[in-house]
């Protein structure tokens, strides 16, 4: 969350330049998704034509997260209407392919 009220313009693009994700006036808020390409994404903010920085300093809090760690388990657990245990063993089920996956791709 912004203090005072700077909007931000937000960015995110692929190695290859396709724009993923675009938004102008973010104050706070959540970006997911899906790569479809293998290297470096580019996370881009801007601040307005407003800010000045004899205001103070202006710090943006991220976290940024791949993989399963990503999922919306969530989500995942209401749609298919599971919890406890079986949520978990999910979880460990999506770590145990992802893992097989790298390790096949490295082969």
């Known amino acids: 969350m912004l203090k005072h009220d700077y909007m931000l313009l937000l960015y995110v693009t692929s190695p290859y330049g396709n724009i993923l994700y675009h938004k102008e006036n973010v104050t706070h808020g959540q970006v997911a998704f899906t790569s479809s390409e293998s290297g470096f994404y580019l996370v881009c903010f801007w601040v307005d034509g407003n800010y000045s920085a004899n205001v103070g300093s202006l710090s943006i809090n991220m976290e940024w997260k791949t993989g399963v760690a990503a999922k919306d388990w969530e989500s995942v657990a209401r ?14 089920e999506d770590e145990v392919e992802a893992i ?8």
């Open 79 to 92: 749609k298919e209407k599971i919890e406890g245990i079986e949520l978990e063993l999910r979880k460990l």
């Open 100 to 107: 097989y996956e790298n390790i096949s791709s490295i082969s």
